[in-house]
């Protein structure tokens, strides 16, 4: 039985020159039944190797995506961009929708695929909504209202709100062609996107579920419901859930 490969895209280090990733990313793929691979910032190979994947996920990065990508200027808050992230997102995406390939976009990521889809952000949260919550501490915890009837609503078991971790200082602003808005933040800061667009997996969300998806049921059931969309990608059968999941998310998934 052949598992789906889920392809993540790397953030990079200016300083050591590097191509990294957090082990979160990768051990959340794996434990959720797919196999990880990381996209190096090399825009001219994406192609060829996403061809190879089932999957992906767009990852956290602490740059930000060029306000030029919006036809915005850049806020003195924007403190770093990173063209080659900025590029292989895209070029991510051009092979996703077309061939209909799962996108889950986390963070940075969601913001990337809003802009991908001609959707705009706020360059920083505390310039643009008075009083917002801390989004930024790495620590900090809040609560995000799901929307009755939408994919998260149902995968969070039903319940309309629920606690996540928060580490950006930009947000969706306007949303991006063919995404809706199922989760918000009490301050009004947009939590997460689903795609409509048919047969074809397309999340974003504003927090990190693979730092937390051990203890919080929504973001332990992306993580299957990704690998579970890449799954049906290949012609063999896709992975059973694998129990510390189903210990998380119940027996119905």
């Not at 052949?2 to 990313?25: A, F, H």
């Not at 319940?159 to 947000?171: C, E, K």
């Amino acid at each position: 039985m052949e598992k789906p490969v889920i392809g993540l895209t790397c953030r990079w280090d200016e300083e050591k020159q590097w191509d990294y990733l957090p082990s979160d990313y990768s051990r959340a793929v794996a434990a959720a039944g797919g196999i990880p691979v990381l996209i190096p910032l090399i825009p001219g190979v994406v192609e060829e190797l996403a061809s190879r994947l089932d999957g992906f996920v767009l990852c956290g990065s602490p740059s930000d995506v060029d306000p030029a990508h919006y036809g915005r200027p850049r806020d003195p808050e924007v403190k770093t961009v990173h063209p080659e992230r900025d590029e292989t997102d895209w070029r991510v995406l051009d092979h996703a929708f077309r061939e209909k390939k799962p996108v889950l976009g986390i963070c940075f990521g969601m913001q990337s695929l809003n802009v991908y889809r001609a959707g705009t952000l706020i360059q920083h949260i505390p310039a643009r909504i008075p009083g917002a919550l801390e989004h930024k501490d790495r620590q900090t915890e809040h609560s995000v209202a799901l929307e009755a009837g939408s994919r998260m609503a149902e995968w969070a078991g039903g319940a309309n709100a629920v606690r996540v971790n928060s580490t950006h200082h930009q947000s969706v602003d306007a949303v991006g062609s063919g995404l809706r808005v199922v989760a918000r933040a009490p301050d009004g800061v947009i939590e997460a996107v689903e795609g409509d667009f048919p047969d074809h997996f397309v999340i974003g969300v504003q927090w990190h579920p693979e730092r937390i998806w051990e203890k919080e049921r929504l973001s332990a059931r992306l993580w299957q419901e990704l690998t579970r969309a890449a799954a049906l990608r290949r012609p063999a059968e896709h992975p059973a859930t694998p129990s510390n999941f189903r210990s998380i998310v119940g027996t119905s998934v």
